[in-house]
């Protein structure tokens, strides 16, 4: 049965001064701790709460990382939260489920001219090993049907159409650097993620 464990009041954002709960749940295992945010108690409060399914990136969400967007990408959400409610659901799938490591392994393979995807195939992974299912179950245990879901990414809107109502898919920014310029072209020409790129 998919069921809230805990719930907690806390500071988040840049500045730690906006006002969320985390969720955690007692159907996963300690491999899989993922973790909601929510905000405005969006899951009691609104009928369709805006939702961000958002995998893990050490490298981006916590120290900036100027290779991909992940860390804008998540200030830019807690930031929409604030003014409107919603849920992140914080994933824990490191490098598109490969692990910290082998990320990093990937990052010397681009370094040398693959690509994100090339690199993945190159040490023997899928392209993009994550499941959404735990996202699924997590969004049943806070009793959401009704959702505006956050992605440029069509896999993830895939995920989750089969099993609720998406009322509408909003896009992030482009958070474009020197360094991820590549990534978030090959994310767009291969990933078919609905980035506005020149």
Not at 5 to 31: P, Y
Not at 178 to 192: A, E, I, M, S, V
Request: glycine content about 6%; proline content about 1%.
């Amino acid at each position: 049965m998919n069921e809230i464990r805990a719930r907690i009041n806390l500071k988040v954002g840049l500045h730690s001064d906006i006002d969320a709960e985390i969720a955690t749940f007692s159907m996963f295992d300690e491999n899989h701790e993922h973790i909601a945010l929510i905000f405005q108690q969006a899951d009691k409060n609104q009928q369709a709460p805006l939702v961000r399914m958002h995998s893990e990136c050490l490298t981006g969400d916590v120290f900036h990382s100027s290779r991909c967007d992940c860390g804008e990408q998540l200030d830019e959400t807690i930031n929409i939260m604030k003014d409107k409610g919603g849920i992140i659901l914080y994933l824990r799938q490191e490098g598109r489920g490969i692990g910290l490591y082998n990320k990093m392994d990937a990052y010397v393979l681009q370094s040398q001219g693959m690509d994100t995807y090339q690199a993945n195939k190159h040490l023997g992974f899928e392209e993009d090993e994550r499941s959404f299912e735990d996202a699924v179950a997590m969004l049943q245990a806070l009793a959401v049907t009704d959702l505006r879901l956050i992605t440029n990414n069509p896999k993830k809107l895939n995920a989750l159409k089969d099993c609720f109502n998406i009322v509408e898919q909003v896009n992030t920014s482009l958070h474009l650097k020197d360094d991820n310029n590549n990534y978030l072209r090959t994310k767009k020409n291969h990933g078919k993620h609905d980035l506005k790129i020149d």
